[in-house]
């Protein structure tokens, strides 16, 4: 590196860096609510993941090749595989925290100007990602080393090396990150301001990741009706596995040692590519932060686009919705998780059916299809009106204005209303539609979760509408772009997400307990319950929303000081 790196201003930006970090701690930034279920959540998924993969590995260590059990070699390939995919998700992750703390960090803007050094900023964040990087790293080896050695004996070396590689790995898929960084970046600007290729791309990517998503789920299926994850492991798959284990490089090395096979070749090879990977870590991020610091202090491009005909006189509600419409669509961040989200629900909702349904019958021999497809229903419906939670914050400085024209408050709240509504209504219409042609309900039982699903979906909204208006907190960024979840996004999703618990799950276990009672001819309850619950939170919620509303409307002009 040409220029001198000062370390003491390098810790200094640390220092600044964890103080930041630290503040979002203190009263009033805190969304203390969010954080445990964050936690929770977390922690939840762990668990979960320890007990089904601990279940996987018992299955795949058993699994013969040639009528021999080689329990050695299954485990070397698990490792091997394991890793890999490690890896890989550490990699992912890394092109993001690359992404955001050269190319999108607020601070950015700070230090370009102050006298540090492209050097000295540099280092600064590397270690920033690589300590991002290790804490993944820990999470994700601890869960699968531990659980192997849950499954086998293992030596005191076993649980050292597990500690090592946790620090070993983010030094190598911060290199491999560092590669894809500046072609994802490329990526990004390009579809930035083409936002219908954008929202085609984005919403085909987290497709795919259902489709991963609802595979991993038909193996969480057999795993728990017993041993047919077994027999899929057949002769010519696991040749399959075998051949591709060999080039797994560098996993294999991890492996190697892990079971002390060739140990001088894998460490050689091991500390080889660790070095590499530093070495191209720090010449490619290097070299990025130089271009990045340039084009701050050179500013942003301005694209020179043709003019465009001024759009034909709308009636204001019409165009307060398109007003909505264009601000979601146009912020890549918004189209992801309110649009794509939207478009994908059905899929979820099918592909947990489809699971959901066969354990059910499988371990209790009981079709309970209607009572589950409601509970699913509105579970991930509730996850598709998450954007209904800053209805009002994601206006930013633009509420302002539109509070200034002559438009009443129910245009105004109304419009936000409707607009979800409708992202609401095609998810629950194909979701519905999706569960009638596979057979999972009839027609009109279709009908009657779309009906459920819509009222539960009104309810959210008109809640979270007048939630986020009680408690609005603006963006400060140009864009008016909300970067951090907040508290009011944090209840929506646990209000939505424990009235589809209260509503689905109730029904789904009275229906169980009347079926195991061998009490027939209840199916009237599970539509009594579930219209007339949604029925009235939806007549509660727009009785919280509107009350008041007008007053505290023109009251309000603080940003949520209310």
């Not at 050292?160 to 590669?179: G, N, R």
């Not at 629950?428 to 999972?440: D, E, H, P, R, T």
């Not at 939505?496 to 009237?524: D, H, N, P, Q, T």
């Amino acid at each position: 590196m040409k220029d001198k790196i000062n370390f003491k201003r390098v810790a200094t930006i640390l220092r600044k860096q964890t103080q930041e970090r630290t503040s979002a701690f203190k009263k009033g930034n805190f969304d203390g609510f969010g954080f445990v279920i964050r936690i929770t959540l977390v922690a939840v998924f762990l668990a979960v993941f320890v007990v089904f993969f601990g279940r996987f590995t018992n299955i795949y260590l058993s699994v013969k090749t040639d009528g021999m059990l080689q329990q050695q070699t299954r485990l070397h390939e698990l490792y091997t595989l394991v890793y890999t995919v490690i890896l890989l998700f550490l990699v992912v992750g890394g092109v993001g925290q690359i992404d955001r703390q050269l190319f999108e960090a607020d601070d950015m803007k700070l230090l370009v100007g102050m006298p540090l050094g492209a050097g000295t900023v540099f280092v600064a964040k590397l270690i920033t990602i690589y300590c991002e990087q290790l804490l993944i790293s820990i999470a994700c080896v601890l869960a699968v080393n531990v659980t192997v050695a849950m499954q086998t004996s293992q030596t005191t070396a076993f649980y050292l090396l597990t500690v090592l590689f946790c620090f070993v790995l983010p030094l190598i898929s911060i290199a491999l990150s560092a590669l894809i960084a500046m072609p994802y970046h490329a990526t990004k600007q390009f579809l930035k301001n083409r936002f219908v290729l954008h929202f085609i791309v984005v919403t085909l990517l987290t497709a795919a990741l259902v489709y991963v998503y609802s595979s991993i789920l038909n193996a969480v299926r057999d795993m728990l009706l017993g041993d047919s994850l077994k027999f899929f492991f057949n002769e010519q798959v696991m040749n399959f596995l075998q051949r591709l284990c060999v080039y797994l490089y560098p996993a294999v090395w991890f492996a190697d040692i892990l079971m002390n096979e060739n140990l001088l070749f894998a460490s050689l090879g091991l500390t080889g590519i660790i070095v590499i990977s530093l070495v191209v870590a720090m010449l490619v991020i290097h070299k990025l932060m130089l271009w990045v610091m340039q084009s701050r202090i050179a500013g942003d491009v301005n694209f020179i686009r043709r003019d465009r005909e001024i759009s034909p006189k709308r009636h204001p509600f019409l165009a307060l919705m398109k007003k909505d419409f264009l601000l979601i669509f146009r912020t890549p961040s918004y189209t992801f998780s309110y649009f794509s989200v939207g478009v994908l629900m059905p899929l979820m909702v099918y592909f947990c059916m489809t699971v959901g349904s066969s354990i059910v019958e499988k371990l209790i021999g009981l079709s309970c299809n209607l009572e589950l497809a409601i509970f699913l229903t509105l579970m991930f419906g509730a996850l598709t009106n998450v954007f209904c939670s800053t209805n009002i914050s994601r206006d930013g400085e633009m509420f302002f204005s539109v509070k200034a024209y002559p438009l009443s408050y129910k245009q105004v709240f109304f419009s936000k209303v409707v607009l979800c509504m409708l992202v609401a209504t095609v998810s629950q219409l194909i979701s519905a539609v999706l569960l009638a042609a596979f057979g999972y309900v009839k027609w009109w039982q279709a009908l009657f979760i779309l009906l459920g699903g819509l009222l539960c979906s009104f309810a959210q909204i008109c809640f979270a509408t007048r939630y986020d208006f009680n408690h609005a907190k603006f963006s400060t960024e140009e864009d008016g772009e909300i970067k951090e979840s907040g508290n009011t996004i944090s209840v929506i999703i646990v209000l939505g997400m424990l009235s589809s618990f209260v509503i689905g799950g109730s029904v789904l276990v009275m229906r169980l307990l009347f079926a195991l009672r061998l009490v027939a001819g209840l199916e009237f309850l599970t539509y009594l319950i579930v219209g007339g619950v949604s029925a009235l939170i939806a007549a509660l919620s727009l009785i919280y929303l509107t009350r008041r509303l007008g007053t505290k409307y023109r009251e309000f002009s603080g940003g949520g000081n209310l």
